[in-house]
């Protein structure tokens, strides 16, 4: 287990690579500590954004959804199944969701 301190005034993106690397992330900030241990909660969370988003890292950073998954710690069938809901499906010969 890790903890990540944050520094009260410093801005962190939910994308950072720092923060992509914990699985589990423990926040320490104004003496409270919150712990996040879900990565897709770092994700857009309306199915057209995250299926924007995916498929713009999916373009631009990764050869394949498997790559991408493991990179952020993503459970593969949870994302296909959240974007399926919305009509979505992967296609691995384009490496994108349609």
Not at 64 to 74: G, V
Not at 85 to 95: H, K, L, M, R, S
Request: net charge negative.
């Amino acid at each position: 287990s890790y903890t990540l301190k944050i520094q009260k005034g410093v801005k962190y993106s939910a994308n950072s690579p720092i923060l992509r690397k914990f699985a589990d992330i423990t926040v320490i900030k104004n003496k409270a500590t919150d712990i996040m241990t879900d990565p897709m909660s770092l994700l857009p969370q309306d199915p057209v954004m995250l299926m924007s988003y995916i498929n713009t890292k999916l373009r631009d950073v990764y050869h394949s959804l498997d790559a991408l998954c493991d990179d952020m710690h993503i459970q593969r069938p949870e994302l296909e199944s959240r974007l399926a809901e919305a009509g979505f499906t992967y296609d691995p010969d384009v490496n994108k969701f349609w």
